[in-house]
């Protein structure tokens, strides 16, 4: 079984829907992370979470907000999804280090597509 | 803050030759840098990454990335490839010692390989 996954794995929704991404995580991570790639653009950091209580902004929060319901789930919500949010979505968790220099391990993504 | 740069946006290369990818970075403080890999449809995962120590990295699949303080770059290089090294590579760079640091993605180089 795969230690990060994403559901949906694709979605298609309208412009001005609630939508939720989920991810889960079997490898005991402190640190979690949503991301979002465009093509040419690379991957942009969206929310990231040290631990439970711990929430932090990223380079493009706007538009989006997050819930670490448990260690082990981190979700992403779009509160009025928008065309321009149309992109692939990855989740990664990471070890307890003090910074970024922890290994991240990706999710398998979220296709999102906002029509 | 930190930025990164990825010179090339796709390279193709013929099976068995080598390749070398390149990535420059920006920052007014040290840095640690990585290679993440993504294999059509599927997340990222680390190839390599510099902490400290010695400039040669190697990764995993034969790949190693050589850090070059003075020139602010990172290149990535293989000495022959495979088919099966198809795939979009992504260089980022966080700097050290920062607890507001975040993990900065270059825009990804797509190494294309033709038999």
């Known amino acids: 079984d795969a230690d990060v996954t994403q559901t949906p794995r694709n979605r298609i929704t309208k412009t001005g829907k609630r939508i939720m991404l989920e991810c889960s995580q079997t490898?005991?991570?402190?640190?979690m992370y949503w991301y979002r790639q465009d093509p040419g653009l690379g991957l942009q950091l969206i929310y990231y979470s040290f631990d439970v209580k711990d929430i932090n902004k990223g380079e493009i929060s706007d538009g989006y907000s997050v819930s670490r319901q448990a260690q082990a789930k981190f979700s992403l919500s779009l509160e009025s999804a928008i065309p321009n949010q149309t992109a692939l979505y990855f989740c990664?968790?990471?070890?307890?280090?003090?910074?970024?220099?922890?290994?991240?391990?990706f999710g398998p993504g979220t296709r999102l597509t906002v029509l | 803050a930190q930025s990164v740069t990825q010179l090339d946006s796709q390279v193709p290369v013929f099976e068995e030759a080598p390749v070398e990818l390149r990535c420059n970075y920006s920052s007014s403080v040290s840095v640690y840098l990585f290679w993440y890999v993504q294999y059509p449809n599927q997340g990222l995962q680390l190839l390599l990454k510099?902490?400290?120590?010695?400039?040669l990295v190697k990764g995993i699949n034969g790949f190693e990335a050589e850090f070059n303080k003075s020139q602010t770059s990172f290149h990535l290089r293989k000495p022959s490839v495979h088919i099966s090294d198809t795939a979009e590579y992504f260089c980022a760079v966080s700097e050290r010692g920062s607890s507001a640091s975040k993990i900065i993605f270059g825009s990804g180089t797509r190494l294309s390989i033709r038999p």
């Open positions: 990664a968790t990471s070890g307890p280090a003090g910074d970024f220099t922890d290994t991240q391990y």
């Open positions: 490898k005991g991570h402190d640190r």
């Open positions: 510099y902490l400290s120590g010695s400039t």
